[in-house]
């Protein structure tokens, strides 16, 4: 129980911590998404999301689901920081505002950890082969593989909480005046640095601010060189050679590049011409490009030793403090329906479902939509523990110092390496 306890105030303070640190950078046959809303309580949802593109592809989805049901669907919509406040306000004060909550992959362990959320398994579903099998996993507590929480009995099989909504994942876009087939990173450097001299641009664009977008952009560049923040029994690793020698290399590249406060920044840098390439992710491709895209290769991130990339999926969850439990299930099903996700492609969402990744006429209209198939079957997800928002906190602030050049790398990492144990000790992970 105090174990407990301590993980609690724990991720807390962390979810804090990540907040304020945010707030200063700006197996059936498929269920029937026709479904109508039965044993209604009240005649309204109301779901908590993100603003932008999914809140809008959210709202298309709350308006069709009222016509065809009579279900009125409010929806809030909220920056990234505020709406993560508000999801776990809503939750741990049990205030039941919300019957849906839109969840960033890495809030979910702390969600479905805590007992926040509503297995899936109440209203009986079935399992959907359609979805890509990442993206059901990441959707899944405990996880289907890797390490497990210590306070996680054996024998507790993983169970599906959440559907995933929004594909998203880390992908890679170049000018094509670097005319490059990048084999390695190592050859991708060299590469783009000459690309950069050539055509009077900045090599590389990245998110280079501490905290999450620093975290986020190295990720990419650690799983590519092999290398890992934690082995399978929770020890901290992020101080070992691939890890090193990953750091060592994103900083050689970004002596010849520029920083940007966020990705969507850094990746804009790309699309206007100011840099030769960057990281970026689907929901922002449309956004930022229109699908004009004659000047620019989209990609898988480029390998060193394995091709790998970060997960950064949006889920729709039902906490259990709902108010309306069966109206909100039979809602997400919609949403995350084939239907509605051929028509959210078309307001730049990537789909999780294999049938509308493969389907020929958005294929032909987003030609990079393979490309985010494959990546996400290659992706890797952020360390699945409540402790993250510590971690990620502590990492960024090391990575920043590095790439200033105020740290050597070895020594960044293993300064990295000691504050990550003592959390983690804390939190009751080591005998």
Known sequence: MRKQFIIQITFLIGLLILTAACKEIAEELPLEPE??????????????????????????????WTERTGTEVIIDQFSYNYLQEQVFLDVQ?????????????????????????????????????????????????????GPRHPFLAED?????????????VQMFWYQNSAAANFTTLSNM????????????????????????????????????????????????????EPSVQALTDFIRLANSSKSYNNSLDSSTAVYDN????????PTQITSISNNQLNEI??????????QATQLGHWLLGIPITAGSKQEAYNFILWATSTEMMKESVREGIPPTRTSVFQDPELVADYPWLPTVEASINNAHWRPRTPEWPNIEHVLGNYLSEAVRGELEPQEALTLARDEIYALMLQAGYYD
């Not at 779901?47 to 989805?61: K, P, V």
């Not at 001299?197 to 190295?218: D, K, R, S």
């Not at 290398?227 to 929770?234: A, M, T």
């Open 274 to 281: 100011q840099a030769a390439a960057s990281l970026i992710w």
């Open 189 to 240: 450097i060299d590469t783009l640095q000459v690309t950069a001299t050539n055509n009077n641009l900045y090599a590389y664009a990245y998110a280079g601010q501490a905290g999450n977008p620093i975290v986020t952009e190295f990720n990419a560049w650690n799983w590519s060189y092999g290398g890992q923040i934690f082995d399978e029994n929770w020890n901290v690793v992020i101080d070992q």
């Open 156 to 168: 507790n099989v993983a169970q599906l909480f959440a559907l995933p909504l929004v594909g998203n």
């Open 93 to 145: 004060n049990d205030t039941g505002t919300y019957d849906v909550i839109l969840i960033d992959d890495p809030w979910f362990p702390s969600l479905a950890g805590y007992d926040y959320l509503v297995p899936l398994s109440a209203f009986d579903y079935q399992t959907d082969h359609d979805f890509v099998q990442r993206s059901i996993d990441v959707a899944m507590w405990p996880p289907p593989f």
């Open 297 to 306: 290769t989209i990609a898988a991130f480029p390998p060193e030793t394995t």
């Open 35 to 64: 479904a109508t809303a039965t044993s209604a309580k009240r005649n309204a949802i109301r779901i908590a999301s993100r603003d932008g593109a999914i809140g809008s592809s959210l709202e298309r989805a709350g308006q069709i």
